[in-house]
Every structure is written in C-alpha cells, then in structure tokens.
C-alpha cells in the first residue's frame, strides 16, 4: 500500500468532486477519496525493506523502581533481535531530564530504573516480527520495589506553579475582588472538577526510523512537521537539515502529536543500534501514559454579582494535577479572562504532583477545562440573579477584553446569541427548572454557552512556482490531523495565485518543503494559509511587473491602475476587455517559471494593539429518564464567528467535532484509576467512553458572518477547539434545568443523576 | 500473543476430539477471545476454529415446535430474522443493544453465551483476579466496583455476566445443546452459567472439550410474543455495557397476567432469571403497584459488592419499566433504540 502514492512529495492527485472554486466554497476533501479507498497512507503504513518491529514493556506500577526483567527469557523467544533496557540503552545526546529544545517534556527513554507512572516504557524489544517483539514484552515479567501511588488531588500538598500551560502566567488580577464581592448582592461559590481525558487519536502514535549514515528519515503522526527536524536530530547530536520527517497524514493529534514522547526516541534508537529500519506502532493502551492528556482539575468559583445582574467579581482558581517530573498545569483559570465584564477580575493556578504520565495540551487546553467550569458558574450566578442565563450573559457583554481592556480585533458574539437563540428556540424556555416533559414523560431541559477560543498563529513560509503552461506548484510543510489542510490551505493558495484549484498543485506534509508551522492552537489554517496566499501574491505581483513593461502586452502601462489576477489571467482593473494570460506573459518574457515566496505570522504591533477571539454560542437540550437517570443531548445549536471561513464544509465539520467532543467532555469521557496500583483500568476505546452516533442526534452549526481586518492579510481565524467550549457548560446547564440539580464533577453520569435525584 | 496452533475442523466430531487437547479454545468470530489473547488474558495453545464447520448457521423449528439456533448464527442475522423475531422479540431486541452493528455482524451465538466479563482486572494481567488466575485474589474487591454484581457474588469474585443475548434466553427458558467426547447433553440455559462460589474460573458447565452446538427455544415461549420487551440503562445511548437491564415476557388475559417470566442483565454474575418476581406477579392486574413489588422480589436478596449499592435500586426501576413496557404490548416495530430508555416508540405508554 505504502509504494501506491507518491506520499515523500506529499503530492495530492486532483480532486474528483467539487461544487465552484477556491475560498468560501464548501469544497470537499481533496484527500476524501484516498482515505475511503485505504490510498492514503498512515505512518504505520510504511514497511522499508527489512523492518524490524518495536514493542516496550510498560511499567504496572506507578511509583518505584525496577527490581529484575527477564531479559533471558526475552532473547531467548524466537524471532526477538535485541532488547533495550537501561542496562545496555545507547547514550542519547541529551539528558531526557532537560528541556533542550522548544516545547520540549522531560520524557522516559530508559535512562534508569525508576518508574514515575503506570504505563511508562520500561524496556523495548526489537524483533523481526510484531508477535514475536509483543509475547517477548511480556516474558521480561519485571518485578519491582513499589511505593504507595499517590492519585488523588487530597494525597499531596498542592504548590504555586511558575508557568500554566506552555508558558503562560499563572495569574492575573485586575481591580479589587475582595471589594468586589463584599459589594455584591449576590454571590455564588462553587467549585466544579474535571478528570483525567485522554486523546484517543483513531492513529495511535507510530513511527518508522531508518537511518542511512548520519541522516535519519522518520515516517511518523506530526503537528509541527520542519519544527520536529531539530528536536528529533537534538537527541542524537545530529542537525536539523539531517532528518526527513514525513507527515501526510495524521488520524488525529488533538496537541498529542506535537510533543516529541520516548517511545518515539526508543524507536529511533533502536534502529540505529541494530542498522535496520525499526517501526514501533503504540497499543490503545499505551496511548493512556507516555503521550500526554488534559490532567485533571478542581475549579473554585467566587462571583459577585450586583442587584441588577452585573458581575462585581470573578474568581477563579484551578487546581490542575501534574507529573512528578515535568510540568503541564492545565491553565483553564485563563478562560476567564477574555469573556465577560467584570470590574475585578482574579484567575490564579495550583498544582498537584501526582504519579501520572504528563499532562499536555489536548484539544483546546485550558479552555475546555475552564469553559466547562465558568459556563457553569455563569449559569448559577444567573439563577441567583434572577435572570435568564443568555440575558444574564448579554448584561455582562464585554465590549472590551476584560482582562487586558483591549479593543477587540472584532467580536460578532452578539450576533451568534442571537441567530443561535433563534434557531433553537431559546425564548421559549422557562426560567424555572423541571418545567418541561417529552411526550414520554421524560425530563427536558435547555441550555447555554458561550463559547470563546483565542485566534492565534505562529510562522509559518511557503513558496509558489508558476509554470510556462499556466499551472502552478505551491509549497509548504502544513500538517493534515484530519481537519482538511489538504484541502482549505489548497484553496487559499489558489486564490492568491488567481488560479482554479485544478490548476495547482499542493504539496505538504513533508520536512523538506518550506516551513509550514505548528497545526496547533486552531492556527493553522490562518497561519499556514496566509503564508500560501502570500507566496501567490507574491508570483503575481512579478507577473504583473513583468506584462506592465511589456509594450507589447494589453497590460502595458497599467501600473498605475493596476491589475487583477483571476481565472490564469491578468485583467486591467479599470478595464476587464484587457487582459493576458499568465501563460503568454511567461512565455514573452522567455520565462520557464516564476517563483515567489510568503510569510505567515502575526503582525506585532496589531497583536499588541487588539485582543483577537473567535466566539460564538452553543444551545443544547437534553432529556433524561427521571427514573434511569439516562441522559440524552436531543439537540445541539452552536453559532460560531470565526472571521473568514476558508470552507464552509470543513468549518462547519470541524465545529461539530468539538461540540460531539463537548458532549463527551460533558457525560462521558473519564480516565478511572485503580487508587491502590494508579493504574488506568479503562484504557480502551469500550470502557473509556467517546461519544457514539446515537448520542448525537441532532445538531447544527450556524456560521455567523465576522470581517476581522486585523487578525491577519485573510481575516482568518480558528475553528479547530471552540466547539468544545460553551458546549459542555449548555449541556451541564441543561441537565440543571431538566432535573433542577447542579452536577458540578464531569462526567455527569447516571449515579450522578439517580444520587442527585435522591437528594433533591 | 503467544505461539498457537490454529485447527480448522471439518466436523463437529473433529471438532471435539481436537478440544481434547490440554489448552485448547474454540474460536467463534474472536471478537472476545482474540481480544483477550492479544492483552494475554487468555492464552490457549490451540485455537479451534469452528467458523468453517457446517449446519451450525441456521434457524429451524425442530419437530416439537421449538426453536433451534445453530451456534454459528450470527448475533445479528439472529435479531433480524423476521420470523425469529416475530416470535421473540425480546431477544432480538437485546442482541440489537449489544455491542455495535460491526460486532454483531461477527459474533456467534456460541461465543456470545461463553463471552468472559467485562471487570476490568480480570483484563489487566497484572491484577490478581481468581477468574483469571486461580487462588491469586480479587483486585475488584475494593477497587474500582461500580459496575460489579449485586447478585449472585461470592468473596471470591464480584464480576457481572456481561451478556444481553442471555438475559431473555434464560427469562423464556432456552436449551443449550451441547456436544462433547461423551455425546450430546441438554442443559437450561440458567444452568449452564455457574456462580463463582469459591471457583470463579469455572465459568459454565462445559467440561473440557465440550462445546456449544445449538440454542433453543421451546414451543410455549412463543406464547409471550405479544408481551415482551428488553430495557438496558447505559452510560451512552449506544455501544455500552448494561449498568442494569431486564427482560421481561408477560401472558396477560383478561385484565391479568397469567404467567410472567423475568430476567436480569448487569447486575449479577450470571444470567439472572428471578422466579420470585415472577411469582408475584402470576394472577395479579398489571400495573404499577405489581411491578414495584415484582422489582423488590427481584432484588430482595441483593447486596451491594462495593460502590455499586445504586444498582439495587436501578436495577428495581428498570424491571418495574420493563413490566410496563410488556404489559403496553410488543412494538409493532422494533424501535430505532432498541432496549434503550429512549427507545419508545409506544410514546406515553413508555411511562406508568
Ligand atoms: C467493544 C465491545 C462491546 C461489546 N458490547 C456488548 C454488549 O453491549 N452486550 C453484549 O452482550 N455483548 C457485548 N460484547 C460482547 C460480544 O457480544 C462478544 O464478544 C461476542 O458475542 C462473542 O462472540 P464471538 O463469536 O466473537 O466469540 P469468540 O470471541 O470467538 O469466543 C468467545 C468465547 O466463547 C468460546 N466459544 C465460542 N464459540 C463456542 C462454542 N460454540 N462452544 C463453546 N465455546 C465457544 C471461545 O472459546 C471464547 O472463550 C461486546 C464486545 C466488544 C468487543
Ligand atoms: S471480580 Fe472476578 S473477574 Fe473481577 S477481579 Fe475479581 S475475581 Fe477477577
């Protein structure tokens, strides 16, 4: 399968369908049919000529040390080439300990005996087949000297993190809160909690290593493809430009697939010692530990609120749990600070260390967490208000960024209440909870939430060739999870060269090709896109100079009025009668091609000047069996303003994913640790639960119209994570309004509701 | 996975006299057993496969009236026969709540029966768990229980039948049809599963060798077709294990219920056929004062394994539901949920 496509180029055959042309359209995945048709190839898809397998042992234990493994026993099974263990690990360039490289995590790569989590690699074994590496894993049957595992947020003593998620602050203050909520008429102190999630990417993380000298060529899941080269090459004392990385496709990442992890390491390590390609392919379960997840946190809450419904104080403090080597605090205190008007405002962090793998970004970091608890307390300080919770939410609009009073790059919130309220009926709602029944006799209630992520980007460059016969080439290393980069960044490129999208060729996904940046933060599409774009600009403004100067061109002397690039041709903009096709300009001017180039960033001084979000607002009902305590989501708006949609298709597939996540966030998904060994007893996909088709019966997406003319050249903004906030806190609200019970601990689950139904 | 050796009978003599052999696992569709060989819970020397052996697919009515399912019927072709269906709707409509539309289509009816539970140290190898190993203990026990047995638990092991196949199978009264060196042998279904007492890894009575060959349905099951329903409460609407489930099949004339039959699903570690709630309700008038008192009956002797004391009273509610659901009459159609607490298609009635 892995010769089929041409995936080293990332070089994507036409398309078959498509309904018009380039940005705005809802075109469909470019990639749709190869990924149907098994065409597309994953990393573990790749089997070079004498492939050896990697399977490693994992640690049951969370806290300790390795006592024995039988390493006789492992080499002794047929089949098996070599075991790596800490007593015969290769050095590696760079102690795991430290963080030489950006976004690097301290990860465990064999370097002693000790084990710091349940599921950690505690041995790799190399063989000429997967079974064969697999039953010698288990015939190292360790044994260890263990320590109680410390799980629970209440075992250790909690301390004042430097940092919250990558790099930020751990606090902010504005104004008096302790002023503030002495003033208030109302208060609400609340605090809710989150569990353990993990990504549960479909493609658990693989990768392929094969060496030639000192060059290292790696098939393995990235997000930040040209970025990976140098810190994959720090850990073998090798330079960036020494390591391919190809990266076509990724069944998902969701922040997993941006950190480098030891297994990975292991891997490559192996097939340099052993001078043979090595594949290492993750086990579900092996994805429940060394590959990161959104840790757990307690929220507490202390509002203020005045006589007429206005905020007097914000309080919020996370606890959010940690690895007792490496930090990742779960920053959801900071989804406080950019939503609603307040006077005084306080988000502060504390942290746990617990025998867990490491925490780490996962699919709208911080934000989830934060926005599954603040549209919870938002919803309670109404209800103590008096007041309807999108009313409450419209009287604390913030016209201004509450936490640094920035203007807003541009914020179409209003509007997404508004036509989110509409569709789904909001003003029909009764303040009072447990007023409504399906025709069954089933409990129903409505919902909201506001949704909000930021609309960041990183650097990203691209380059663009335009050939003698019209068509073109564009570049650039941008990393398909899944979300539609073949296909949205196509289309922006496209649009900057003036060209139908059949005439363009992509490439992408592969290290080699200019830098395309992180597929990170929701950024991607603005970051990457934008850099495309430019790269077609820029093809076409030498174009232009050139059929300008050419006497004998019908563009000549139209500098001054200008021209327009559309369709593969130039057209005078003051005249549409005059125009020339890129083919005859190029081949006029004796040219083969054109190259151009283009950057993707933020520009610093708008970035200093505006506060710069997507927003938007999820409507949810639920019904729910008064006696099962069954829940159901029977129905899901969300209006979402997301500046300027690339694709309508994509956008709105997209915001669906985060708000069916949302729906798991919020009734399902929990890592359950055995409190005695911490180990995670339901680390698979039938006992940690996503949600199903059936749990998402109804749903819609409303794109809501946003011109952002700050946020970059194309107005771009994210639509990867913001499905997920507001979402979960419309459903926790809805299930309060059905029941007339605040469940304050996700999941909200049926022992919730038949306990919570008890005690009312 | 360890080094096996993989036999493809041709009969079911082969078959048996192959499972001689110390170590041996017949194969169903493996959605089970493969699982649990790859996590080394289970680790046979040889793996009968029994998919290729003839005349174990089909659903035929036997001379006196009952109905036989062969072994290798698949869950879903099972629920779907329309005149299987027809007949026992209660059992179609639990195969369909089971598992996906993916797994259905694979399991076996003899794999679904022997299907192992769900407890989560029995899966991780590095649990003690007596089912798996022995004498070594009960990591359950203590840890993570909420959703282990109320019934039928010993203090050797907690662990729930998982099966929702079982549940009406034992409420209507099936016959496992079971084939070893020694010749055929006929066993009630709620015979076949033992309890754990203080041998948990004794899981049936299938002695070594044995294996499943039919399951059937007597004639006079057919007489509860009119009244028969399956509820199974979950932590997802679909594609989830039951917390609690009940089948119930009913004979009402007049105003009262002649005979009723009453199963359990997700509560106890086997199949769980309660009598004395069935006892209750004979002669009585259905409605909402006999199914509460059938639930209590159904629960009286529960107790709560762990953190799990909830499913007493859940599981009371849902065989009062369920009641209800018979008593309203079996669907016309099967609902798009099936056995789900949102399935109801009979709308109000749904509800007492
Ligand atoms: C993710 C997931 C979710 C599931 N959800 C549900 C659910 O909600 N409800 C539910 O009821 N089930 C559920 N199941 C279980 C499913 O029903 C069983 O896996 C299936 O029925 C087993 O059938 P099989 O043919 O694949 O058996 P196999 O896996 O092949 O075998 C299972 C066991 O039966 C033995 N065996 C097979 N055939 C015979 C025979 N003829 N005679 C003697 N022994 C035999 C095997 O040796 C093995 O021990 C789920 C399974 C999975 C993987
Ligand atoms: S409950 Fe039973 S299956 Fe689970 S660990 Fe205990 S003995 Fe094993």
Redesign the interface.
Known sequence: MSDTIETPSGAMPASRTRFGSNSGQPMTRRDGVLKVTGGATFAADNHPEGMLHAVYAAA?ISRGRVTSLNVDAARAH?GVVEVLTPANRPPLAIDPDTKPYPFAFRTEVLQDDTVRYAGQPIALVVAETL?SA??AA?LLSPTYDASPARIDFDTVEPFDPQAVGVGSPPTAEKGDVEAGLAQASHRVDARYETPGQYHNAMEPHAIVATWDGDRLTLDTPNQAIVMSTGSFGAWFGIPAENVTIRSPFLGGGFGSKAIIVGPQILTILAAKMLGRPVKLALRR?QMYGPVGHRGATRQEFRLGVDADGHLTALDHLTTAVTSTFEDFIEPASNASHDLYATPALSSRHKAVRLDIGTPGPMRAPGEASGSAALESAIDEAALVAGLDPLEFRLRNYAETDPASGKPFSAKALRECYAEGAERFGWSKRPLEPRQMRD????LVGWGMGTALFPASMFQANATATLRADGTALVETAGADMGQGAWTALHQIAADGLGLDIGSVEFRSGHSGLPDGGIAGGSGHTATAGNALHAAGTDVIAKLADLATNDENSPLFGAGNVGVEARDGRLYRADDPDRSQSYGEILARAGLAEIEGAGQGGRDPASAEERAMFSHGAVFAEV?I?P????I?VTRLVGAFAAGRIVNPRLATSQLYGGMIWGIGFA??EEA??????G?I??ANL??Y?V?????VPAMDVILVDEHDPHVNPLGIKGVGEIGITGTVGAIANAIWHATGVRFRRFPI???DL??GAAAR | MNLFEYVRPASIAEAVAAAGEPGSAYLGAGTNLLDLMKGGVSRPSRLIDLTHLPDLGRIETSPDGSTRIGALVKNSALAHDPDFAKRFPAVAEALLSGASAQLRNAATVGGNLMQRTRCSYFADTASACNRREPGSGCDAIGGENRSHAVLGWSDHCIAVHPSDFCVPLAALGAIVEIEGADGRRKVPLTDFHRLPGDTPEKETVLEAGEMIVAVSLPAEAAAFAGHQRYLKVRERTSYAFALASAAAALRIENGTILEARIALGGVATKPWRSQAAEAVLTGAAPGREAFEKAAEAAFAEARPSGDNAYKIELGKRVVARVLAMAAAGTPERMPALPASPFASETGAKAHV
Request: proline share 5%; aromatic share 0%.
């Open positions: 049951t047929p079974e697999t039953e288990r379960d025709e069954a006799g089933r019904t069996d006696d099962l305590g069954q159901r009734l399902h359950v640790h055995d409190k005695r060994s180990r007893m339901n039938a006992e639960r949600p199903v088709n059936a749990d689950n049926i022992v038949l306990e």
